[in-house]
Structure formats: structure tokens, C-alpha cells
């Protein structure tokens, strides 16, 4: 393999997905510095070096209702990469997260006789546990990010490597840190996370203001962020807000700063997803909700098959942070919750103890760049 490029087909279609398999990429580099990559991404594959067919902005969206709107462009999307892959004949095919493309993409993948990675584990696990098999038979290697992973595929012929997760690397290095500056209002500090699709936000963030203003005569110094992982998501943020009475007082969206915004946080209110996961990382207790469309609500009610929705609740195997699904993400519910987090009390210190707990789970360093070992593993041929 040294002697010419390595060329993969990377699909990575969403910006969570885009970022690790950079990570992935740069870690790889190390070891193989020719290395051509095509596919879907975005910003952080592009800055990588990899071809962009289609970028990773296009492809976010979730739920049954929003998919289906969308089903054509997928379809094309979809044949297209497949044509190319067939015409260019990677030496791999790496696939990241993004399960409703990408497990399709694989079964094509592997009929072409192509060799596949998955990176980052689709939840079959949560989902639909039959699709386990058939997932062991069009997967060559599977690189996992969480510990219990492993064992859902040992009843299979599937290779599967535990790398550990690449936030605990960053949570580390953020956390050894002076704490940033923000612009913080007032005491204490509640983060609001109300998700990075625009969906989510106008599901989402009704509620979250309204818990907002329900605190200020509890906590009448209180100051709040609200996070957007963009100038353009923050932008929606603040058109939501003003169409369900402004933002309150002392509250500032800030973007880009996510990461900064837990750690700094007495608590949060945040919208199932990674950034449960960041929260937990940067030790910030941590209130979950979600909200989807009534029609995916029904389906994942009989797809999904776990008892937990939030990811730290999910490695823990136990509820660390309360959750709140529909028509319980209400108000009055997420208040009774987030109160006592915001004060030194019993249940924020269990809490505390229960995140760090997890972070530890995640470890130890180095995510990124045992993920590269085992992929260039894959990739060599064997004596």
C-alpha cells in the first residue's frame, strides 16, 4: 500500500460525522501521508483534503416525515456515489454514523466486492436488533466509539475494535484549561441547547424560554446562553425566539462556542443528541428533551427498544440525567428538573459523580488514532 495513494470513499453525512472522520483522516495521515479521499462531507473533510460530491449540509435532516420529503434527492445522491464508486474502485469504503444511507450504501458497497469500514456504530443496538446479522455479512470492520458495543455483535463473524471516543480527548484538553470567557449575565449560568437542526429549534426551543422564564423569579439573577453550532442556526434561533416573546432577560445566543458554553454552565437543558454527550464530558449537569413529528414518534415508538434516549443514560445503563420525550419536554416538567442542578444540592452532586463516572468510561485517549491503526490494519494485506 505504500508504494501508490490510498484512495477511500468516505461518506459522512452530517457535520458530527464530517468532524470525526477528519479527525480520522488527519490521524491516518500519520502513517500514510498519500491519501485520496472522495465522497460526502463537509467543511472539515473539505479542509482534509477529501473531493466533495455532495456536501454534508444537504443530507442533515431526521425524521420519517423530513426524509420523505426529501426522497428523490437522496435516491440521486445515492446512485451517484455508487456510479462513482464502481468507475474509481476505492480501496475502501468508510462509512460514518449516518445509518439510513450509509447501511444501504454498504450492502451496495460490498456487492461490488469492495472492502467496508463502518466508523462510529449505526444504533442498531436501539433500533432494530434484526438488521444485526445482516449488518455482520456486508461489514469488514466495524470501529466502535462506545464500550458496550462490541458485545451486540458477538454472535457474529463481524470484527469489531472499541477505540474509545474522540470527545474524551477534547473534554481533556478543554477541561485542563482556564475557563473561557463568555458573556454570562447573570448567576447562575443555564445553557440551553435546543438542537442544530432547524426542526429541532422550532420544537425545541418554545419550551426551553418558557422554563427560562418560569426560573427568574426563583433564580432572579439568573443568566443564560443559548448555543448554536453556527452564525446561520444561531440566526433561526433568534427568529423562533421572537415569534414565542423574545428572548429573556440576561439571555445571549452565542455560536460556535458549545463546548465553552457547558463548561461553563451551572446546568443545561439539552436536546437529545451529541451534545448530551459534550455535556456530560465537560461535566455539566444536564437535563434531556426531545420532540419529533408525530408520525416518527409512532414508528421509533415500535422500532426503538432501549430505556434510555439520552446517550450518557445509554453507557451508564442507568438514568443519570432525567429525560423528557413529546409531550413531557413540557415546562413544568423541565423546570421540577432543572431547579435543583442550578443549586448546590444532593442531586446535582449525584449527578456530577454519575458524568464523571461516564467520561471515564469513554476513555482513554488516542480515539482518532486507534481508529486509523485498525483501518490501515484492514487495509494491509496480511503474510
Not at 442533515?60 to 445515492?78: D, Y
Not at 433564580?219 to 423562533?240: K, M
Amino acid at each position: 500500500m505504500t508504494g501508490r495513494p490510498l484512495r477511500l470513499l468516505i461518506v459522512a453525512g452530517e457535520v458530527s460525522g464530517d468532524l470525526q472522520a477528519a479527525r480520522l483522516i488527519r490521524a491516518l495521515k500519520q502513517h500514510h501521508p498519500d491519501v485520496e479521499c472522495f465522497g460526502i462531507g463537509g467543511d472539515a473533510l473539505r479542509a482534509e483534503g477529501m473531493e466533495i460530491l455532495t456536501d454534508a449540509r444537504h443530507m442533515a435532516v431526521m425524521g420519517l416525515t423530513e426524509v420523505l420529503k426529501r426522497l428523490f434527492f437522496f435516491r440521486r445522491v445515492f446512485f451517484n456515489l455508487l456510479a462513482e464508486a464502481r468507475k474509481r474502485r476505492p480501496d475502501a469504503v468508510l462509512l460514518v454514523d449516518y445509518p439510513g444511507f450509509n447501511l444501504r450504501f454498504a450492502e451496495r458497497a460490498h456487492r461490488l466486492g469492495l472492502k467496508v469500514i463502518y466508523y462510529i456504530c449505526p444504533q442498531v443496538w436501539a433500533w432494530n436488533r434484526r438488521r444485526i446479522p445482516h449488518m455482520a455479512q456486508i461489514v469488514d470492520r466495524l470501529i466502535s466509539i462506545f464500550p458496550f458495543e462490541p458485545d451486540v455483535f458477538k454472535d457474529t463473524n463481524l470484527k469489531v475494535n472499541y477505540v474509545g471516543h474522540p470527545f474524551y480527548d477534547e473534554a481533556r484538553a478543554g477541561l485542563a484549561q482556564p475557563p473561557p470567557e463568555l458573556p454570562w449575565a447573570g448567576s447562575p449560568h443555564l445553557a440551553l441547547l435546543p438542537g442544530s437542526r432547524r426542526h429541532e429549534i422550532q420544537r425545541l426551543l418554545p419550551p426551553l424560554l418558557e422554563t427560562a422564564r418560569r426560573l427568574l423569579p426563583i433564580q432572579p439573577q439568573l443568566g443564560v446562553l443559548i448555543a448554536a453550532p453556527s452564525r446561520e442556526i444561531g440566526d433561526w434561533v433568534q427568529t423562533i425566539a421572537n415569534r414565542h416573546g423574545g428572548l429573556p432577560p440576561r439571555t445571549e445566543i452565542v455560536c460556535n462556542r458549545t463546548r465553552d458554553i457547558l463548561r461553563t454552565a451551572t446546568a443545561a437543558l439539552v436536546a437529545s443528541g451529541t451534545a448530551t454527550l459534550e455535556s456530560g464530558l465537560m461535566g455539566c449537569p444536564t437535563v434531556i428533551l426531545y420532540k419529533m413529528s408525530w408520525p416518527t414518534y409512532w414508528l421509533g415508538r415500535r422500532l426503538v427498544h432501549i430505556r434510555h434516549i439520552g446517550m450518557l443514560n445509554i453507557i451508564a445503563d442507568r438514568r443519570i440525567c432525567p429525560e423528557f420525550l413529546q409531550a413531557e419536554a413540557h415546562p413544568d416538567n423541565l423546570l421540577t428538573a432543572i431547579r435543583p442542578l442550578l443549586e448546590d444540592s444532593p442531586a446535582r452532586r449525584e449527578m456530577i459523580a454519575g458524568l464523571t463516572a461516564v467520561r471515564e468510561m469513554l476513555g482513554p485517549s488516542g480515539a482518532s488514532e486507534r481508529a486509523a491503526e485498525v483501518l490501515l490494519e484492514e487495509l494491509t494485506p496480511q503474510d
